[in-house]
Nanobody
Framework: QVQLVESGGGLVQAGGSLRLSCAASGGTFSNYAVGWFRQAPGKEREFVASFMWNGVFTYYADSVKGRFTISRDNAKNTVYLQMNSLEPEDTAVYYC????WGTGRAQATQYDYWGQGTQVTVSS
């Protein structure tokens, strides 16, 4: 059973940066596809970024391309989401999710394990 714990959320002004972390236990992250999703109040959960289990393919939502970067530190069994040039529209709870040998696509249903989320609030 893989357990995921997100951290790094907080309150930041528009134009600022945050780095979210997703630490895994119970599995070797290097064998897992990992995705970041977010859910704003009153909205459905939406895809943000992901990569295939072997890291060959990386995917980003159009709304975050050029601003967000997903990366992985296998030694620490941790995945990061570097978020730059944040906008108020980025305000949401951010979740990481993972799937063993996954392709890392944007559909939330493809992921088996989810963290509890971390709140990101961007003020204007």
């Amino acid at each position: 059973q893989v357990q995921l714990v997100e951290s790094g959320g907080g309150l930041v002004q528009a134009g600022g940066s945050l780095r979210l972390s997703c630490a895994a236990s119970g599995g070797t992250f290097s064998n897992y596809a990992v995705g970041w999703f977010r859910q704003a109040p009153g909205k459905e959960r939406e895809f943000v970024a992901s990569f295939m289990w072997n890291g060959v393919f990386t995917y980003y939502a159009d709304s975050v391309k050029g601003r967000f970067t997903i990366s992985r530190d296998n030694a620490k069994n941790t995945v990061y989401l570097q978020m730059n040039s944040l906008e108020p529209e980025d305000t949401a709870v951010y979740y990481c999710a993972t799937k063993l040998w996954g392709t890392g696509r944007a559909q939330a249903t493809q992921y088996d394990y989810w963290g509890q989320g971390t709140q990101v609030t961007v003020s204007s």
